[in-house]
């Protein structure tokens, strides 16, 4: 599976911004996605993430009520879309993928993925 995510930028603080990664290569509609950030100078967290059915999503306290985090099986497609952006979401934003029948905070962990996009960059100014 193989992995591209794409839409960072900068922005100003309360702006919204939507990222998108594409998946190829595997069976999306199979897939748990999520999407994870590494600030400078942090280790990697959680951020969201979504069942393969796209019924259960889970989300970091940090931005929850925030940021959405969505699917597009036709388009192997999963999306984040990031409100009332912060000067703390500046980070690099990577996806992830798994096969795997996981929901709900067993989503949320790193060792579940088995692929990862190269990620993309993030820049909340203030």
């Known amino acids: 599976v193989q992995l591209q995510a794409f839409g960072g930028g900068l922005v100003q603080v309360g702006d919204s911004l939507r990222l998108s990664c594409a998946a190829s290569g595997g069976t999306f509609s199979s897939l748990v996605m999520g999407w994870f950030r590494q600030a400078p100078g942090k280790e990697r967290e959680f951020v969201a993430a979504i069942s393969w059915s796209g019924r259960s999503t889970y989300y970091a306290d940090s931005v929850k009520g925030r940021f959405t985090i969505s699917r597009d099986n036709a388009k192997n497609t999963v999306y984040l879309q990031m409100n009332s952006l912060k000067p703390e979401d500046t980070a690099i934003y990577y996806c992830?993928?798994?096969?795997?029948?996981?929901?709900?905070?067993?989503?949320?962990?790193?060792?579940?993925?088995?692929?990862w996009g190269q990620g993309t960059l993030v820049t909340v100014s203030s």
């Open positions: 992830a993928a798994a096969y795997s029948a996981a929901s709900g905070g067993s989503m949320a962990t790193m060792p579940l993925y088995d692929y």
